[in-house]
């Protein structure tokens, strides 16, 4: 059981970037699949989800417009294209994988049960 997250690196602001995050060992269709960032000094946050089996999406306010998640679903794998990518998006970006309990109010409400080991991007000059 395994979430490899893969794409980091240094990128100028204004440039853009795509993680991937491949996933075995689970069955892919009843888990979300989300992407978290932790950068320097700061809280761990959610930036994206996706839930492949309905097509839901769910995005946090500050990437809105800017970042789109997306699955191919017979490869078990998640990307998170990320487009005008600014200096505070600079982080170790995470993917995680949450079952998609019935009722959930929101994609990846519930705390993960699995974790990559993360990829750093870096958005700088």
């Known amino acids: 059981v395994q979430l490899v997250e893969s794409g980091g690196g240094l990128v100028q602001p204004g440039g853009s970037m795509r993680l991937s995050c491949t996933t075995s060992?689970?069955?892919?269709?009843?888990?979300?699949i989300g992407w978290f960032r932790q950068a320097p000094g700061r809280d761990r946050e959610v930036v994206s989800c996706?839930?492949?089996?309905?097509?839901?999406?769910s995005y946090a306010d500050s990437v809105k417009g800017r970042f789109t998640i997306s699955s191919d679903n017979a490869k078990n794998t998640v990307y998170l294209q990320m487009n005008s990518l600014k200096p505070e998006d600079t982080a170790v970006y995470y993917c995680?994988?949450?079952?998609?309990?019935?009722?959930?109010?929101?994609?990846?409400?519930?705390?993960?049960?699995?974790w990559g080991r993360g990829t750093l991007v870096t958005v700088s000059l």
């Open positions: 995680t994988a949450h079952f998609q309990r019935p009722g959930a109010p929101e994609l990846c409400y519930y705390a993960a049960d699995l």
């Open positions: 996706i839930y492949s089996t309905d097509g839901m999406t």
């Open positions: 060992g689970f069955p892919f269709d009843d888990y979300a």
